[in-house]
């Protein structure tokens, strides 16, 4: 079945940056675009990043030139290298199969930067 383990998140200032990591297991990993997605409390979940199978990236305009997407398919693993993080960022950062989510969804990693 499918398992997706988000890693990484933790408690920044805002300026700082985090890496965020992303196992997945119980698919063709290679075969599959993926996205980062976040949830901020209240707020539905977005989609941050994405990228496709043959390494093509997509940002949200909020992180655009600040968050890297990138996949390494011999690991089964997509990152999220955030930088010049803002207050608010903060949410909980899940990786899922882009445009069509996988019904499981990983228990995600919270980032949370203070001002």
């Known amino acids: 079945q499918v398992q997706l383990v988000e890693s990484g998140g933790g408690l920044v200032q805002a300026g700082g940056t985090l890496s965020l990591s992303c196992a997945a297991n119980?698919?063709?990993?290679?075969?599959?675009?993926m996205a980062w997605y976040r949830q901020a409390s209240g707020k539905p979940r977005e989609v941050v990043a994405r990228?496709?199978?043959?390494?093509?990236?997509n940002y949200a305009d909020s992180v655009k030139g600040r968050f890297t997407i990138s996949r390494d398919n011999a690991k089964n693993t997509v990152f999220l290298q955030m930088n010049s993080l803002k207050p608010e960022d903060t949410a909980v950062y899940y990786c899922?199969?882009?445009?069509?989510?996988?019904?499981?969804w990983g228990q995600g990693t919270l980032v949370t930067v203070s001002s």
């Open positions: 119980g698919f063709s990993f290679n075969r599959v675009a």
């Open positions: 990228i496709s199978t043959g390494g093509n990236t």
């Open positions: 899922n199969a882009y445009p069509s989510p996988y019904t499981y």
